[in-house]
């Protein structure tokens, strides 16, 4: 029997443009329940799809620090996070969230 070559997966590979990356995004902000190193890590994700080198010029921020910041691992400050998001093309949105109350 053949053994089964597998590779790991990288999300970065099928963010192919501004309407998938903005899809991406949304869906990560909706899924990650307050997790911030989960956000930084979805803007990695869409970073590298687009060019890392690329995200750093138009952030003004070092590939270095990009990466650190968007590793997953550490909670990047919110002022990275808008610079980042800025190069990328994309931007936040605000809607209200309707309480039940009694």
Excluded: W
């Excluded at 590298?48 to 750093?56: D, E, L, P």
């Excluded at 919110?78 to 990328?88: G, N, Y």
């Excluded at 949105?93 to 039940?100: D, G, Q, R, T, Y």
């Amino acid at each position: 029997m053949a053994k089964t070559k597998t590779t790991r997966y990288d999300v970065a590979e099928h963010l192919r443009n501004p309407e998938e990356m903005a899809a991406y995004l949304e869906d990560c902000l909706e899924e990650a329940n307050g997790d911030a190193t989960f956000i930084a890590k979805a803007l990695g994700d869409i970073a590298r799809a687009k060019g890392m080198s690329q995200v750093a010029r138009d952030s003004g921020l070092s590939r270095e620090s990009l990466y650190k910041a968007l590793s997953g691992d550490r909670n990047p400050n919110f002022d990275t996070i808008l610079k980042v998001i800025a190069a990328l093309g994309l931007k936040l949105h605000a809607e209200a969230v309707h309480s039940h109350t009694a």
